[in-house]
């Protein structure tokens, strides 16, 4: 940890692994993503190898729920330990996201700072004041030279933002306003990283896959809440990789694809040089997917006499295990009324070697397009939230209510 203002840097480049939205512990449909997952970490540790990098930060959402399988929390311990083992020096840092349980991230605190691994679930304060030493901390060379800092921030929950602000989004400025100055009081002009966990003004969402972040009625704020004195902003929350503001203002994405909006984007990590100076230069590292998404068909909808060919086009791997088989969103057109489907298509999918996760019924133009039922694990909470006070109520509900549902869903 820094311990006085305007601490020396020796002249060099500090290179950064930025990764985020691991979701450990989300399934499809009930099946199983530990294959990939295990893949995509495995080439994540394999670049922060081969690349030398002597920090890597994870912007946020390392669960995919507040309670997370042992399984999951496996996950993360086994890719600590290889990380660590890849790049023995490097900083290390996990933030919360909205998804995931702040206190669990922290509890392990101890055994943490033995492997050297910062883990922050929610913003320390000391005497009402932000405490900064609590979540900055150096990042070295393999020589042992300091050459950044990382202020690691996690999401914003409603009780880590000041009072007394013009709305939510003031609040949002106002705490990383003050974060960011009891940094540099603590490390002088010296090149500063700061995470984030943010829905950010501009950024492009993937459709059925991001929860949007309600905070008083709000959920997105604008990239100058970063003060152009940060060298690189690392984010979290949405999933496709992308600057927004400005070139270092950075989402480097999810781990793997979440949702069939998610199919086409090349998922992987962000490479960051930093220089003494502040200069930076960006990256981006992309996975090789073991596991294959797919549409059937790529654009438009198939009819049910189509389907059975489409799936043999698609050249699947009769030997190959289940936990390896293409997750597959299929549409399929229909005249008339659809009695017994289901069963038509499942008794057609079920000769190949897929999981079907998504489907979608299409109808004459005449008709707007229906979606096959939803399970209630396919729902989000603030959906049917929404449903079940427009029912009750007879009205929607508004953003007061909405930040009120969001705010007892976090804490939950």
Known sequence: M?????????????????????HLGATLQGWSREAEYRAALAQLVAIAKQRAVDAIIVAGDVFDGLNPSADAQRLLYDTLRDLRAACPHARIALVAGNHDP???????????????????????????????????????????????????????????????????????REAYREAVESARREIGSAPLVVTGHLHLDKGLES??????????????????????????VALGHLHREQSVGRDTIRYSGSLIPMSKTEIDYAHGV????????????????????VVRHLRAPAKGALSIAELEPALQALDLDDSAPMERWPFVHLAIKVEGPAVGLKSELDAI????????????????????????????????????????????????????????????????
Not at 116 to 137: E, K, P, Q, T
Not at 153 to 170: F, H, I, K, Q, T
Not at 209 to 220: M, N, S, T, Y
Request: glycine content about 8%; some cysteine; hydrophobic content about 45%.
């Open 2 to 22: 820094p311990t006085g203002a305007g601490l020396a840097l020796t002249v060099g480049v500090i290179r950064l692994l930025h990764t985020a939205d691991w």
């Open 102 to 172: 702040a206190a669990r991230l922290e509890a392990p605190r101890a055994l943490f700072e033995m492997a050297d691994v910062v883990s922050i679930g929610a913003f320390a304060r000391r005497d009402g004041a932000f405490d900064a030493r609590a979540h900055l901390s150096p990042i070295r060379d393999a020589n042992g030279r300091v050459g950044a800092y990382v202020l690691a921030l996690p999401y914003p929950r409603a009780a880590d933002l000041p009072v007394g602000c013009e709305g939510a989004v003031g609040a949002v």
């Open 207 to 232: 459709e059925g896959a991001e929860r949007r972040i309600l905070v008083g009625g709000e959920h997105a704020v604008p990239p100058d809440v970063f003060s152009a004195d940060i060298a690189y």
């Open 270 to 289: 962000s490479i960051v040089d930093i220089d003494d100076s502040g200069a930076v230069a960006i990256e981006h590292a992309p996975f090789t997917r």
């Open 349 to 412: 999918c079920e000769k190949f070697p897929l999981r079907v996760v998504s489907m979608t019924v299409e109808r004459p133009q005449a008709q707007a397009p229906t979606a096959v039922p939803l399970r209630l694990a396919e729902r989000s909470p603030a959906d049917l939230f929404r449903e079940a006070f427009e029912q009750t109520h007879g009205v929607a509900p508004t953003n007061d209510h909405l930040d009120c549902f969001e705010r007892l869903l976090q804490e939950a």
